[in-house]
C-alpha cells in the first residue's frame, strides 16, 4: 500500500511572473474548452437531429452519441507520437484548426452518414486537445502551482460545456411545451436549430487558433530535443533567470542522448515506467467509467424516466453545467493544499453514494426534484475531484522523455472506456433500468475508491523531476 507520506516539495524558488504563466495557460486551456463545448452540444442537439435523422434503434443513437469518441481514440493516438516530434504547441494548433472545420460540417450536414464522418473528425480534435492541454500546462508550470493551473483546464471544459448548454437552451427555449415529435421534427427547431448549436462552436474554437500563434512553446519538450538554450528562454519569462538555469539543469538530469533520440512507445513496458503507465491508464479509465458523462450525455433520457418534459430537460441541463463549473473553483482552491490523493478518495466514494440513492429513487419511482437534486449533487462531487484531479495526476506522473508517449496511451484509454460507456449507456439502461445501471456505476466507484487509496501516492508540490525519481527510479 502506497502511505500518504511525501518528501519536501521542489527546492526551484523564484520571482514569478504570474501574468505571464496564467496568460499562457488559459490560452493553451482554451483546448480544454473546445473539448467541454464539441463534446456536449450532441446533448443538447440530440432530441432534434436525432428526429430529422429518423434514428430509432438504441444502436443508432448510441452511435450517433459515441462515434465521435472513435475520433478521440484516433487523435490521442497521434498526440503522443506527433507531439513528440513537432511540439506540444504545433499540435494544438492543428487541433484548434480541425474544430472550426469540424463544427461548420455538422452544421452543413444533410444526412446521417456525412454528420457521423465530421463527428468523428470532430472527435480528432478533441482527443488531440484532451492530452496537449493538461500535458503543456504542467511543463510551464511552476510545481507550486501545477494543480491550479492544470486544474484550469478542467475549468475550461466545465466552461464550454456550460456555455454550449446555454447555448442550446437560448435557441430552442421557445419550444412550445408538451411538443410533439412530429412537431418538433417539422419545426425550425427540429430542421435549422440544432445546426446552430453545432455551427456556433466555430467561433471559440477560431479564437483558440489565433490565441496559439501567441504562446511559446513547451520548455521541457524543448530541452528535450536539445533545444535548451530555448527552454532557458522561456523558463527566465516565467521564472528569472536563476530559476531558468536551475530548471534546466534539473530537467536534463532525466533525459539521456539516447532516449533523446530513440524514444518509442515499447519504452514504457520497461520495468520502472509499467507500474507509473498502469496508475495513469486506470485512473484514466475510471474517470470514464464512474458514469458521470451519461448524465452530459443522455441527460434527455434520464431526466425524462424522472418525469420531466423536453422543455424542462434542457433548463435542467444547463443547472447541471452551472453546477459543474461552481465545483470546479473547490477543486481550484483545493488540489494544491489538500492534495490529490484525499479529492479522489472524496469523489469516488461520494459518488458511489449519491449513485446509490439515485438508484433506489428510480426503483421506487421517485420523480421530479429529488432526482434532479441528486443528478445535480453527483456532479458537484465529480466536478470538485476526478474531473480535474485525475487531469493533474495523469499529467504530472510521466518522465520527460516519454511523457508525450505515456499521455498518449492513458488519454487513449480514457476514451476508450469513454466510448464503451457511451455506447453501452442506452442497452444497459433498457436491460437494468435506470435504477440497475446507476448501482453498477457505484459498484465500480466503489472499486475506484479501493484501487486509489492503495495505489495512488501524493503528488502535490513536487517538480516533474522529482516526481520521475519518487514513481521511476
Known sequence: MITNTSKPSSNLKADYNLGYVWLISVVAAMGGLLFGWDWVVIGGAKPFFQ?????????????????????CLFGSLMAGALSDKFGRKRLLMLAALLFVVTSLGNALANNFTIFIAWRILGGVGIGLASGLSPMYISEVAPAQMRGKLVSINQLTIVVGILAAQVVNWCLVRNLPAGATDEFIKTSWFGQQGWRWMFGLTAVPSLLFLLGMFFVPESPRW??????????????EKIGGANYAHAAVAEINTTLSKEEIQHVRFADLLQPGLRKVLALGVVLAVFQQWCGINVIFNYAEEIFRSAGYDISSVLSNIAWTGSVNMAFTFVALGTV??????????????????IYGAMGL????????????????????????SLAPVTWVVISE????????AAMSVA??????????????????????????????????????????????????????EQLEKDLVD
Open 222 to 235: 524543448l530541452a528535450k530535443n536539445g533545444k535548451s538554450v530555448q527552454a532557458k528562454s522561456i523558463l
Open 51 to 71: 428526429r430529422y435523422f429518423e434514428l430509432t434503434s438504441e444502436a443508432q443513437i448510441g452511435w450517433a452519441n459515441s462515434c465521435a469518441l472513435i475520433g
Open 397 to 404: 506522473i510521466f518522465p520527460n522523455r516519454i511523457r508525450g
Open 336 to 353: 494544491d493544499r489538500l492534495g490529490r490523493r484525499p479529492l479522489m478518495l472524496f469523489g469516488a466514494a461520494g459518488l458511489a453514494v
Open 411 to 464: 488519454v487513449s484509454a480514457l476514451w476508450i472506456a469513454c466510448f464503451i460507456l457511451t455506447f453501452t449507456f442506452p442497452i444497459l439502461n433498457k436491460q437494468l433500468g435506470s435504477s440497475g445501471t446507476f448501482w453498477l456505476y457505484g459498484a465500480i466507484c466503489v472499486l475506484g475508491f479501493f484501487f486509489i487509496f492503495l495505489k495512488l501516492p501524493e503528488t502535490k508540490g513536487k517538480t516533474l
Open 361 to 384: 429513487c428510480y426503483a421506487n419511482a421517485v420523480q421530479g426534484l429529488p432526482v434532479l437534486l441528486l443528478v445535480l449533487a453527483a456532479i458537484a462531487c465529480y466536478s470538485m
